[in-house]
């Protein structure tokens, strides 16, 4: 089983709307990843949790607030965004450790800031 | 600096016939290359990579191959048929792993 899930599909939120995006894998992966992709780009990575620990942060604005509550699951808070945050949102698992791995992708979350 | 470079935004085949999909890229720290398929309004799908102790690596009709002096990396996708019309995705990382630099894609249309 390769699955990420994401929820929700679609998001909507004004600017002052508080909302939160959720990951999860049962793959037994240790790393878990946030990108964001805008249309026609390629993804941009935005944190990276090993072993639930933060170990990358890109330099994200603090209106996106990551969370890691255990090794399955992963949630990205979301705070008075600005219309250019509107993209898709991804999550990614890998396994972690003695080299590198393929990363699985879930579905994305389409969000929209108006 | 855009470290893995895809040139061609775009490539149309006839089905049944090969897709030839480059990328090129310039830090020589990468060592493990991957391609992912991305269809519109979903996440990327893996679809195979290879390490750079090896210069092909196959998977059914989807072949890699990487040259490690041209820091260039191909995949052949043989016979090519219209479901496999999507956006290709390059992407590399060093030995941890944990950063992936993505090209910026190629888009690939497979004519029936």
């Known amino acids: 089983d390769t699955e990420v899930t994401q929820t929700p599909k679609h998001l909507v939120m004004g600017m002052t709307n508080k909302k939160s995006l959720k990951c999860e894998q049962h793959m037994g992966h240790r790393a878990m990843y946030w990108y964001k992709q805008k249309a026609k780009k390629p993804p941009e990575l935005m944190f990276v949790?090993?072993?639930?620990?933060?170990?990358i942060n890109e330099s994200v604005p603090s209106r996106f607030s990551p969370e890691c509550p255990n090794s399955s699951l992963l949630n990205l808070h979301l705070h008075a965004l600005q219309p250019e945050d509107s993209a898709l949102y991804l999550c990614a698992s890998s396994q972690v450790g003695g080299g590198a791995y393929e990363q699985y992708f879930g579905p994305g979350t389409r969000l929209t800031v108006t | 600096d855009q470290q893995v470079k895809q040139n061609s935004p775009s490539l149309s085949v006839q089905e049944g016939r090969i897709s030839i999909l480059n990328c090129d890229y310039t830090?020589?720290?990468?060592?493990?290359f991957l391609w992912y398929k991305k269809y519109p309004a979903e996440g990327p799908t893996f679809l195979i990579s290879?390490?750079?102790?090896?210069d092909k690596n196959e998977d059914g009709r989807f072949t890699v191959f990487l040259n490690k002096s041209a820091k260039h990396l191909s995949l052949h996708i043989v016979p090519s048929q219209p479901g496999d019309s999507a956006v290709y995705f390059c992407a590399a990382s060093g030995t941890s792993g944990s950063r992936l630099t993505f090209g910026e894609g190629t888009q690939l249309t497979v004519n029936p």
């Open positions: 830090n020589s720290m990468f060592d493990y």
């Open positions: 290879i390490s750079s102790i090896k």
């Open positions: 949790y090993s072993y639930e620990k933060l170990s």
